[in-house]
């Protein structure tokens, strides 16, 4: 568990799926069956799975990023892999599984909102043992994506895997994601939570996860558990709680061009925030470079389209305001 005199020779490592999306947008993207067609604005083939979109925009910010996920021998996880490389994004760790299909995504989005379809495919199969550890020796920072999609795969082994990464010197991070099966973590989430450092749920998520009504009651229940919380509010910005008093961050005020697509945002405001962290930013400080980077987002179709270089999303950030809450 060394590390070079030099440092860490990856910036960052992102663990958890892997999958195009499918991506329609209009105006009314609610399919009818019995047999009808709908037209809609736009289908795009686009970069997918929350691990990925933050690889990708971590990547933009000038990160040494690397992906650890699991993906099929097949067209979907071809594209998945050379999208990723053609951003600079080490995929050595993604392992592909012989004899399952990559997983896809089908979103419908309607301004801020979308319904999301997915078929998980060889996403749920990556474990703790599949993280190369000869990697985790050399990183600065490990974040899990979607942790409610590998609950069952890499769940069991992952607060090892954190403390593995502690102990080698990196600090963690870990964004939820939704729950699909309504559960919402038990003991196994408990451990996982004691050797992570920041949780980065969105407003849903973080009162399903804490089981209070509001935000403000969702805070301190989280921050028990271990982690600094910031808790993501779309357009609404963020707020986060580090020390005893939370603190409200707002949405850049220089934000330029039309709304396109809310996907992503949530995970480009991920890689915003923990390049702020890796460049030796407060808490409060890294969510407002994590609030530049997820808007910028916004103003492209998919989640990294229109996700933005360091400069710009640095320039951004400079226009984001905060106040205690």
Same mark, same amino acid.
């Given at each position: 568990?060394?590390?070079?005199?030099?440092?860490? @020779?990856?910036?960052?490592?992102?663990?958890?799926?892997?999958?195009?999306?499918?991506?329609?947008?209009?105006?009314?993207?609610?399919?009818?069956?019995?047999?009808?067609?709908?037209?809609?604005?736009? !289908?795009?083939?686009?970069?997918?799975?929350?691990?990925?979109?933050?690889?990708?925009?971590?990547?933009?910010?000038?990160?040494?990023?690397?992906?650890?996920?699991?993906?099929?021998?097949?067209?979907? %996880?071809?594209?998945?892999?050379? @999208?990723?490389?053609?951003?600079?994004?080490?995929?050595?760790?993604?392992?592909?599984?012989?004899?399952?299909?990559?997983?896809?995504? !089908?979103?419908?989005?309607?301004?801020?909102?979308?319904?999301?379809?997915?078929?998980?495919?060889?996403?749920?199969?990556?474990?703790?043992?599949? !993280?190369?550890?000869?990697?985790?020796?050399?990183?600065?920072?490990?974040?899990?994506?979607?942790?409610?999609?590998?609950?069952?795969?890499?769940?069991?082994? $992952?607060?090892?895997?954190?403390?593995?990464?502690?102990?080698?010197?990196?600090?963690?991070?870990?964004?939820?994601?939704?729950?699909?099966?309504?559960?919402?973590?038990?003991?196994?989430?408990? %451990?996982?939570?004691?050797?992570?450092?920041?949780?980065?749920?969105?407003? @849903?998520?973080?009162?399903?996860?804490?089981?209070?009504?509001?935000?403000?009651?969702?805070?301190?229940? $989280?921050?028990?558990?271990?982690?600094?919380?910031?808790?993501?509010?779309?357009?609404?910005?963020?707020?986060?709680?580090?020390?005893? @008093?939370?603190?409200? !961050?707002?949405?850049?005020?220089?934000?330029?061009?039309?709304?396109?697509?809310?996907? %992503?945002?949530?995970?480009?405001?991920?890689?915003?925030?923990?390049?702020?962290? $890796?460049?030796?930013?407060?808490?409060? +400080?890294?969510?407002?470079?994590?609030?530049?980077?997820?808007?910028?987002?916004?103003?492209?179709?998919?989640?990294?389209? +229109?996700?933005?270089?360091?400069?710009?999303?640095? +320039?951004?950030?400079?226009?984001?305001?905060?106040?205690?809450?």
């Amino acid at each position: 568990m060394s590390r070079d005199a030099a440092g860490p @020779q990856v910036d960052l490592l992102v663990i958890g799926d892997c999958n195009p999306d499918v991506l329609a947008l209009g105006g009314d993207v609610t399919p009818e069956f019995d047999q009808r067609e709908k037209l809609v604005d736009v !289908i795009s083939l686009v970069v997918g799975g929350s691990a990925a979109i933050t690889a990708l925009a971590a990547a933009r910010l000038g990160l040494r990023v690397a992906l650890a996920a699991a993906v099929g021998p097949d067209p979907a %996880g071809e594209f998945m892999l050379g @999208q990723l490389a053609a951003e600079g994004v080490d995929t050595s760790a993604v392992v592909t599984r012989p004899s399952m299909a990559t997983g896809m995504t !089908i979103a419908l989005s309607h301004g801020n909102d979308r319904a999301i379809l997915t078929a998980t495919g060889a996403m749920t199969s990556l474990t703790a043992d599949d !993280i190369p550890r000869g990697l985790l020796d050399r990183v600065g920072h490990v974040h899990v994506s979607s942790y409610f999609l590998v609950e069952h795969s890499l769940g069991p082994g $992952l607060a090892d895997l954190f403390d593995y990464a502690h102990r080698c010197g990196a600090t963690t991070s870990l964004d939820p994601n939704w729950d699909p099966s309504g559960r919402w973590g038990g003991d196994q989430l408990l %451990g996982v939570l004691a050797n992570t450092d920041v949780l980065l749920p969105n407003d @849903q998520e973080a009162k399903r996860l804490s089981a209070r009504d509001t935000v403000g009651e969702a805070l301190p229940v $989280l921050r028990a558990a271990g982690p600094r919380v910031v808790v993501k509010l779309g357009p609404g910005g963020a707020i986060c709680l580090d020390g005893p @008093q939370p603190h409200r !961050i707002h949405a850049p005020s220089a934000l330029t061009g039309d709304f396109v697509d809310a996907t %992503g945002a949530g995970d480009c405001f991920n890689a915003g925030l923990i390049t702020g962290l $890796l460049d030796g930013l407060c808490l409060m +400080a890294a969510a407002s470079l994590g609030c530049a980077t997820g808007s910028a987002s916004t103003r492209g179709a998919g989640g990294t389209a +229109a996700a933005p270089d360091r400069a710009a999303a640095l +320039a951004l950030a400079a226009t984001v305001t905060s106040e205690p809450a």
